[in-house]
């Protein structure tokens, strides 16, 4: 089964700065896509951005990238001159690819929750 | 354009009861998914409906929980009777169609269940 790891419960950042998320990921599959989503205090869930394993190109939105290593089973975050708003929960998730028969279903880590710091 | 919605926003409800959640995916979307977050642990998926017809129900924890998608519209999940266990955060998510990639997943609000 798969399974997804974020090992840092809380992260805090100055704003400005730049802070990066880890996650690691566990899967047999070699086709699948992982994202991010972020889910400010009492809001919706959203997604800040996501990668298609297929793909080499580390995916980017405006201040937000990861770093993919597929070897490696990595995908990490990295928040670019953060600001107030960042302030959230951040979950990194895992869905196998419906092109090869996979279900559409996240896999979620625990998430980390990240403090922005004036 | 409107975003998922789920209702209530919380319940608080005695052990043995029965609770009816509902969700109202983005018009237009046949995917709808739901999730459960129990307390420091993480977000599971429970199941998935592709317009009225249950996909995927491989996370439904036990036969006390019971998902239904009138018309390939809204859903309602119903715990009958809830235990204590099943006190937590409620997500509905939906997407708008199975084609050739994974599509993104809206997520709603959440609702809050409190079993005492």
């Known amino acids: 089964a798969q399974t997804v790891t974020q090992s840092q419960p809380e992260m805090s950042v100055q704003e400005a700065e730049t802070v990066t998320l880890s996650c690691t990921y566990d899967?047999?599959?070699?086709?699948?896509?992982l994202f991010w989503y972020k889910q400010p205090p009492s809001r919706q869930m959203i997604l800040v951005i996501r990668?298609?394993?297929?793909?080499?190109q580390n995916a980017t939105e405006n201040r937000f990238s990861v770093n993919f290593q597929k070897a490696a089973k990595s995908f990490s975050l990295k928040i670019s001159d953060s600001q107030l708003g960042d302030a959230a929960m951040y979950f990194c998730?895992?869905?196998?690819?419906?092109?090869?028969?996979?279900?559409?279903?996240?896999?979620f880590g625990k998430g980390t929750k990240l403090t922005v710091n004036p | 354009e409107a975003g998922v919605t789920q209702f209530p926003s919380h319940s608080v409800i005695e052990k043995g009861q029965t609770v009816t959640l509902r969700c109202d995916p983005i018009?237009?979307?046949?995917?709808l998914y739901w999730y459960r977050r129990v307390m420091g642990k993480e977000i599971k998926f429970l199941l998935h409906?592709?317009?009225?017809?249950?996909?995927?129900e491989s996370g439904m924890p036990n036969n006390r929980f019971l998902a239904e998608r009138t018309g390939g519209t809204y859903s309602t999940l119903k715990v009958q009777p809830a235990e204590l266990e099943d006190s937590g955060v409620y997500f509905c998510?939906?997407?708008?169609?199975?084609?050739?990639?994974?599509?993104?997943?809206?997520f709603g609000p959440g609702t809050r269940l409190t079993v005492l």
């Open positions: 990668q298609e394993a297929y793909k080499q």
């Open positions: 998730a895992y869905s196998a690819s419906i092109t090869q028969g996979g279900s559409e279903k996240l896999v």
């Open positions: 899967t047999s599959e070699s086709d699948y896509y």
């Open positions: 409906f592709v317009k009225e017809s249950k996909q995927d």
């Open positions: 998510a939906s997407s708008h169609f199975r084609g050739f990639s994974n599509n993104e997943q809206f």
């Open positions: 018009s237009g979307h046949d995917n």
